[in-house]
RNA sequence: GGUCAGUUCGUCUAGGGGUUAGGACACAAGGUUUUCAUCCUUGCAACAGGGGUUCGAUUCCCCUACUGACUACCA
C-alpha cells in the first residue's frame, strides 16, 4: 500500500469553521493510525475573497488544538516547495495548456455578463456539450479567430471539456459507491486569464497529484463535483495513482434545519470557531472555543464523536486513543446535528483530570484579573473542593468568590427561613469553639460545633445554614467545615462577627 | 427545476431478518448532603409513511414524504 498522505485545504476566506475542524481532524487521525503525513495547503486561488488574518488564524487554531501538521504553509521545507497555491500559479497553467493540447479543454471568450444573458435566455442553462456549440469558443471559433482575440487582449477562461453520456463511478470510502453521469456536469472553468490563476477545480487535482496525495477526505459538500475530478484525473494521465475519496457528512445547525454557520454561534450562544475572530473588515469579534474555556482536548473528543464512534460504549477518548480506534468506514453517511450540551459535558469530564495545580495557574489569572491577591497554595485548596462543580475554569469565579471577599450581602430569603431571635448568640459560642479549637482544620470544628448542637438539641439545619450565611453569604456551596479551615479562625470569626451586627430580623 | 445523498429516543448514536431496539447528553424522580452542586440509582423517550419479498422487516427492495448538498470565471 502506498504511504498515506493526506492534506487540509482551506480557504483564507475568514476563520476557520468548526466543521473545517473536524475534517482536519479526522484528516489527522487518519495519517497518524497509518504512520502519514499531514499537509496543510492554503487555497488561496480567489483573490477576491482572501481575508487578510485567515491564514494565521488556521495555523493558531491547530496550534492551540494540537493538531501538528507535517508538511505546510507554514512549516519550512528544504526543497523550497510552496503548500500556498497563490505562489504555486505558474504550474496550474502549464496543466491547462497539456488539456488544451490534448483537446481535453477549450478556450472561451464569453464574459460573465454574456453568460448571465445566455442564462436567462434558455431555461437551465449549462455551458457544456449541448451549448458551447453556440458559444463563443475555441470550439466554434477558428485557431486564428482565437489567436486573433487573444493578440487583441481579449479576456479568456479554460474550459474543461465533459463529453455526456458517460457514468463516472466514485468509490467513496464513507458513501460508498455514488454514481454519477457526465451528462449532468458542465464544462467547468479551470482556469481564467484575467488573474492568470486556476479554479478550485484545477488546483485542488493538480496539488493533489504532485503532493502525492492519498486519500482526501473532505466534507460531502465535495462530492457533486468529484466525477470532475476524476475526469481530471484521467484527462492528466493520473488516473493510476488518483487518491481515494472519502466524503463526510456536514455539521448541521442544533435546532431546525441546514448548515451549521457562522451566525448560529452568536444567535444561540456558542462558538463556531476554535478561537475568537477578530474581523479586520466589520471590526466585529465572534467568540471563540478557546476563549470561552473548551480544553482543546474536550473538543477535539466531542468533534470526534460527532458523525464516528468506535462501536463501543466509550466517550472518553484521548488524542492517542482517537488514533488508535478511528475508522473511516465508522463515519456516518448523514449529518450531525451540533448539540453544545454534549460540549459542555466533555469539558466538564476534562476538566476533572486537570491537575489542581495547572487548574490554580489559570484560576489564578482570573484573579488576578480582579485585583485578587491570593497564593497559589491556597487557590489549590479552592480548586480542590470547586472544581467537580464546574464546566469551565470560568466557572469558578461564581462558584468560589467568598474564598476571596467577604460577602456583602446576604440572602434574605435564608435570613427569613434560618435566622432566629437567639442566632446571635449561638453564633458567639460558635466563635468560642472555633477559637479554641486545637489544631484548627476542619475536623476539629466539625466535632466541637457538631457536639454543640448535639448537646444543646439545637436544630443542625438551622445552625448550618445561619453559620454559612455568615461566612458565605447564601446557603450554597462545599463543605462548611472545609469553607471554615481554609478561611482560617481569624477571618471565620470576623465573617460571623461582622454578620451578627449587620443582620437584623 | 435537475443530480446525488441521507432519515433509529429532543440531540449524538449502537444494532441489524426473530432483541424487553442498547449507550451517552438533556430532562424528571429518588438517594446522599447542613445547603447548592457533584456523585449514585431509577425513569422518560425512537426505527418518517406506504407498498412489496419473507413464516417473520426497524433491518432487504420499490415508491412517497421530508431534509441536505451541489447545480459560479467561490472554495
Redesign the pocket.
Known sequence: MRPVRVRF???P?GPLHIGGVRTALYNYLFAKQHQGKLLLRI?D??S??FVANAEQYIIDAFQWLGIPFDEGVHIPNEEGISYRQSERKTLYKKYAQELLQKKLAYI?????E??EVK?HEVA?F??DASTRHQMKNSMTLTDSEVQTLINKGE???IRVRIEPGEDINIQDLI???????TS?L?D??LW?S?DQ?????L??VVDDHLMNISHVIRG??????TPLHILLYRYLSWKDTMPQFAHL??L?K?EG???LSKRDGDRLGFPVFPLEWHDPLTKEIISGYREKGYFPEALINFLA?????P?T?Q?LFSLDELILHFSLD?V????????F??A??FN?KYLQTISNAELADKYLRILQSKNIVSSKDYVEKVVAIIK??ANFVEDFWD?SAFFFTRPLTYDETVIKKRWKENTPEQLQIIIGLLQSIQPYNALKAHDAIMQYITDNSLN??QI??C??LCLVGY????????IIELLGVNESVERINIAINKIKI
Request: proline share 7%; with cysteine.
Open positions: 485545504a482551506p480557504s476566506t487555497e486561488t480567489d477576491t475573497r472561451a471568450f464569453d464574459t460573465p454574456e453568460i442564462k437551465n449549462q455551458y479576456q479568456y477562461v458513501c460508498g459507491n455514488v454514481v454519477i453521469n449532468i458542465d467547468k472553468v481564467k484575467s490563476l486556476p479554479t478550485y477545480h488546483a485542488n460531502s459538500e465535495w462530492l457533486p463535483s457528512p456536514l448541521l442544533p434545519n441546514g448548515k464523536l460527532l458523525g464516528w464512534n462501536g460504549e466517550e465508522r456516518s453517511k448523514s449529518g450531525a446535528k451540533f448539540d450540551e454534549k459542555k459535558w466538564h467537580e462543580r462558584t443542625t439545619a448550618m445554614n453559620l454559612r446557603a450554597k456551596g462545599p463543605d462548611l467545615f472545609t
